[in-house]
């Protein structure tokens, strides 16, 4: 049995991350990178596929765990029959070489811990040639080789060699440290990571952290949901170019045992101008330029290419692959590398893009003169090509339609270049993009609103609901005190699930099923967001902070949120820890601390 998505917490070194689970396993790891192939995979197989445990022997969830206050250093303690241990997991922010430290201390009796280590390398398929190189061990293959130094511990047997195992009783007050380093497999020499004094690295990760942790400006009273999904946020970002990836993870599924399963170690442009609006409210300056850094490179080219997600580099080529050797997890197959909603037709983007360059100039963050070339450009695709469908915000596999959100997005796209131009004294083209600003406002009121249920809709035509519309007063479409928009609030119970809100409704068959997936999925944690902000910005403040407290109470025992909440199972789904819902809860918790929904124009 798969272990609930809740129960892992999230490790990082700012290039890339570790999950580890309640019972001590770190069962998904991508080295050097996010986007990696894994060499731990047991999240989306079984054991046989990667895993690294340090618990007792007797085995077992720990008892109690917890990151450190401010920090992604996370205790987990175990109280054994014969006597209490813990185990301290980080990775250190990434000098050269990436390093998982976890360090056993005994506080009470004896207890005999147990480390081991099974590395399957290219996303839990190859097995490793392993060798002992005094004073550690190193697993090889290809290009990849992992070094593991443990102190004080005592080599298992490891019987048919495909796992390498370490014993030792650990006393209260005793301590001793193991780390895992990745390397080329070229390099002859362990890495240097491995010989750094453990105590010294813990110290300097957790000062660190909470370095980093002061800066946050919120003072409201959910401070502490607010720091621990900025931590998270800033664990997701890949410190070398600023990108920031949806999760680490890939194929955690919307539906158990079904196939909404995609990898999201990416970078999206869907949540650009929310990740920047969210560091720049929150203090964090340096990350928000980075961001935005990333952003221009990574879309840099003719904005007919302008792709819905890119890479942690800004690679634009991410080929979809399935692993049919992974049975995934608990069974939700096929398990997927790389994503093809690069191919896709989106047109949200182009607003996504010019509300984030609006709002960062704005903030007073310096523009380039080449940026102003690129808003041109933008906006003068964006000009010919806003009347065609396309494929909507929650990238559908199923046909192009019409879908409202992306028109909104249309006009955001040119209300933005029209006050940059304003701002910055260019209005060559002011004329046409303020005509065309006009013309999608006239046309999402008309074509978008469904006058007989009362709410704007998903597409032209439909009457189905999507909760993008939530974000219609936020973007500065409609004001909150428009009747429409209120309306659409109310509407937005025929997606309640259980307290939360789905992003759309999954019923119809064939050409009627607008994503092409079989299957339903949990409510969106992102979607439950907008809606307690926008019941805010209409005037129902006590309903606004029973929606955003039913989103807190289900975050996992160390603050972690992944895509999706199933209010029926009461469990997690889908990715995590998810960016867009750690993004979500601070904007909502700025919002309703403030009274008010932010106002992005």
Partial sequence: MSAPIEDYALISDLETAA?????????????????????????????????????????????????????????????????????TDFMPPRGQLPCVVRVVEGLKGAVTVRSELRLRFHQGRVVPWVRDIAPCTVAVAGPDAVWLGADGLVRVADGDGSATSWE???????????????????????????????????????????????????????????????????????????????APTTSLPGCIGGERNWDHRHCWLRDSTAALSCLLRSGYHAEATAWLDWLVRAIAGDPADLQTVYGVKGQRLLPETEAPWLPGYAGSRPVRFGNSAVGQFQLDVYGEVLDTLWLSLRAGIPMPAHVWDLVQELMGFLHRHWREADQGLWQVRGPRRQFVHSKVMAWVAA???????????????????????????????????????????????????????????????????????????????????GGFVRRYAHGGTGPHRVDGMHGGEGAFVACSLWY?????????????????????AVRNDVGLLSEQWDPDAGRQLGNAPQAFSHIALVETAFALSAGQAPDRR
């Fill in 168 to 246: 030792v009783t650990v006393p209260a007050g005793r301590r001793l440290a193991l780390s895992l380093a990745w390397a080329p497999s070229h390099l002859p020499e362990p890495p240097a990571p491995l010989f750094l004094p453990a105590e010294t690295v813990l110290k300097e990760t957790i000062d660190f952290w909470r370095n980093w942790s002061a800066q946050c400006c919120y003072q409201g009273p959910w401070r502490e949901a607010v720091v621990r999904s900025l931590i998270t946020l800033k664990a997701l970002t890949y410190a070398p170019t600023g990108g920031i990836v949806a």
């Fill in 415 to 497: 209300d933005r270049a029209l006050r940059m131009g304003e701002l910055l004294g260019r209005n060559s083209s002011s004329g046409e993009w303020r005509a065309m600003r006009d013309e999608v406002h006239r046309q999402v009121c008309q074509e978008g609103w469904d006058p007989a249920r009362r709410s704007f809709v998903q597409s032209y035509g439909s009457s189905a609901l999507d909760a993008s519309a939530l974000l219609m007063p936020r973007l500065g479409f409609l004001p909150a005190r428009d009747e429409r928009v209120r309306a659409t609030v109310r509407a937005m119970r025929g997606l309640g699930h």
């Fill in 19 to 87: 999950m580890v689970g309640r019972d001590g396993s770190v069962d998904w790891l991508c080295l050097p990178r996010f986007d990696s192939p894994a060499c731990l995979a047991a999240l989306l197989g079984t054991e046989d596929h990667g895993f690294w445990r340090v618990a007792p022997v007797s085995g077992g969830a720990c008892t109690r765990r917890a990151y450190r206050s401010d920090t992604l250093v996370l205790d987990s303690v175990w109280e054994t029959a014969a006597g209490t241990v813990r185990v």
């Fill in 532 to 552: 307690a902000e926008a019941l805010a910005a209409t005037g129902r403040p006590r309903q606004a902070r029973e929606a955003f407290e039913r989103v807190l």
